[in-house]
């Protein structure tokens, strides 16, 4: 009777993860000790660089994790017929999987065969957001690749104009509760939007008003002459907050004044569950952070692959 409870609880909380397997922070310990500084230098090089990889890097695993589980198919180049993950709408503005490709080079020449593309990511994400500024942690390991790759899928990603209910679904359906949908929505302390994602709130927002009305109208201004309505500027776009380069609690701040970019953020001062978070966030780094991480391992330990793949584009 117990592995059948097991297994009802575990398809119950991770319905969309194809397996729910135990990950553990010295999985590599004994087959490839230098990984973590090999994938930190890695990041750290890219970001050199080009200080918009960070944000590349944490959403990129976050579009992983949601789509059968943290398994690198958004690594996957499409082939053949088959058109993958990265090509589906909401991940063409994803980049930097060079840095993945980078650092998977570096961990097979130490230890050929053994680490998979998807603890890579996961360890890549987090360096990302201690290089910015913020928390660390241990990130759990023992991640395998997947096998496939769909584009069709990404309709499952959750979209900029989903209210708090639509929000709160995707979540649950990946046993993330509101909790995590407000920590993790923290992520947007980091990074760039284009303006696709923000047009409805600043045009044709609904048949009474033309712009969303929760928007501050000074960001609104500002968002509209960037973002005309005719707009073909395909990079034009805003950043996600003020100091977007920054790990910080920005981002709560600024959506306490209607300043957020998507109705997807400013849904979370809808609910007064939500907002009581919000609120907490804004006023604490130190609670952001810890919420953070806390969310981060449970999204990032959302398992699913089969095998450990030589090349994070191919399949074995
Ligand atoms: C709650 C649901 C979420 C929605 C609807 C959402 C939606 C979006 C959208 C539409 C963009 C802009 C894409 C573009 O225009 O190029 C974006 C960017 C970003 N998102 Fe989210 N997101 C969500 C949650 C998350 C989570 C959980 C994380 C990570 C923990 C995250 C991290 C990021 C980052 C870092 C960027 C900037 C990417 C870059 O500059 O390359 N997002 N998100």
């Known amino acids: 009777m117990a592995p059948i409870i097991a297994l009802a609880f575990a398809f119950l909380f991770f319905p969309l993860s194809s397996s729910v ?30 200080r918009t990889v960070a944000a590349a890097l944490l959403r990129m695993h976050f579009h992983d994790c949601f789509i059968r589980g943290c398994d690198a198919s958004v690594l996957l180049n499409s082939k053949g017929n088959n058109r993958a993950e990265k090509d589906g709408p909401p991940n063409i503005s ?27 990511l996961a360890l890549a994400a987090r360096d990302a957001v201690v290089l910015s500024g913020g928390p660390t942690w241990e990130v759990p390991k023992g991640r395998k690749d997947g096998r496939i790759s769909q584009a069709i899928d990404t309709r499952q990603l959750p979209a900029p104009v989903f209210n708090i209910s639509q929000l709160q679904q995707s ?27 923000f047009q409805n709130r600043i045009h044709s927002f609904n048949a009474t008003f033309d712009v969303d009305p929760t928007l501050n109208p000074s960001l609104a201004s500002n968002l509209r002459s960037i973002c005309p309505v005719n707009n073909n500027v395909r990079n034009a776009g805003t950043s996600l907050d003020s100091t977007n380069f920054k790990f910080d609690n920005m981002y709560y701040k600024l959506l306490l004044q209607g300043r957020s970019i998507f109705s997807s953020d400013q849904a979370l001062v809808t609910d007064k569950r939500t907002r009581a978070l919000v609120a907490k966030y804004a006023s604490s780094q130190e609670e952001f952070e810890n919420a953070f991480v806390k969310s981060m391992i449970k999204m990032s330990s959302i398992t699913g692959g089969q095998e450990i793949r030589l090349n994070c584009r191919v399949v074995r």
Request: with cysteine.
């Open 21 to 50: 397997s135990a990950l553990s922070s010295n999985y590599y310990d004994q087959t490839c000790p230098q990984l973590e500084q090999t994938v930190t230098s890695t990041v750290q090089k890219a970001l050199q660089n080009d």
């Open 171 to 197: 979540f649950s359906q990946r046993g993330l509760s509101l909790e995590d949908l407000v920590a993790l929505s923290g992520g947007h302390t980091l990074g760039f939007a284009h303006c696709s994602s």
């Open 94 to 120: 994803l980049h930097a999987f060079y840095v993945i490709d980078h650092a998977k080079t570096a961990v097979e020449a130490l230890c050929p065969g053994v680490v998979s593309c998807a603890d890579i």
